[in-house]
T-cell receptor
Framework: GQQLNQSPQSMFIQEGEDVSMNCTSS?????WLWYKQDPGEGPVLLIA?????ELTSNGRLTAQFGITRKDSFLNISASIPSDVGIYFC????????FGAGTILRVKS | ETGVTQTPRHLVMGMTNKKSLKCEQH?????MYWYKQSAKKPLELMFV???????ENNSVPSRFSPECPNSSHLFLHLHTLQPEDSALYLC?????????????????FGPGTRLTVL
């Protein structure tokens, strides 16, 4: 079946740093969605992408729908402590397929 | 607040109990979904209801039984569960409900029910 490889699995951030994560697949998707999940809550939609090559921003977040339709990335600029959480990509085809998530933690 | 509510937020049940999870969406959407989220695994789609009709998902054990009485409400009835069924159960809804599994429709999630089976 369709699978997504999301990387990195986890990362530590220092306040003010830029953060990048991505999802790749051997399958083509028609949509890419990025969600954030805080502990004890459901995933919250951050950015939705509907067209290959599309680049969309939401505040400090920027995501792109890869030209090949097999990948997507999410960038967070100038990270702040409340950015910690789990970020999921999801590729939409016949159904929505989710990556395993990227855990963002704060460097102490 | 995403417009999708779930109750209860936490549930502990024995293997012989029968319980139900409830989901309600206030977004006027046409499709609703149940997902299972286990630690360190991607979200697993369990069931899809599109315009109140169930779209088959054959991989879910019969001890999970969904019900969609109308486009705003979705239930998941649980009976004779196993400890490995302990997980976060998430409900989602999406606007279009095009009769498929909702792959190209943006989904909005509720806060989830944390289920523990003893």
């Amino acid at each position: 079946g369709q699978q997504l490889n999301q990387s990195p699995q986890s990362m530590f951030i220092q306040e003010g740093e830029d953060v990048s994560m991505n999802c790749t697949s051997s399958s083509i998707f028609n949509t890419w969605l990025w969600y954030k999940q805080d502990p004890g809550e459901g995933p919250v939609l951050l950015i939705a992408l509907y067209k290959a090559g599309e680049l969309t921003s939401n505040g400090r977040l920027t995501a792109q729908f890869g030209i090949t339709r097999k990948d997507s990335f999410l960038n967070i600029s100038a990270s702040i402590p409340s950015d910690v959480g789990i970020y999921f990509c999801a590729g939409g085809g016949n159904k929505l397929v989710f990556g395993a998530g990227t855990i963002l933690r704060v460097k102490s | 607040e995403t417009g999708v509510t779930q109750t209860p937020r936490h549930l502990v049940m024995g293997m012989t109990n029968k319980k139900s999870l409830k989901c309600e969406q206030h977004l006027g959407h046409n499709a609703m979904y149940w997902y299972k989220q286990s630690a360190k695994k991607p979200l697993e789609l369990m069931f899809v209801y599109s315009l109140e009709e169930r779209v088959e998902n054959n991989s879910v054990p019969s001890r999970f039984s969904p019900e969609c009485p109308n486009s705003s409400h979705l239930f998941l009835h649980l009976h004779t569960l196993q400890p490995e069924d302990s997980a976060l159960y998430l409900c989602a809804s999406s606007p279009r409900g095009n009769g498929g599994l909702g792959g190209t429709d943006t989904q909005y999630f509720g806060p989830g029910t944390r289920l523990t089976v003893l």
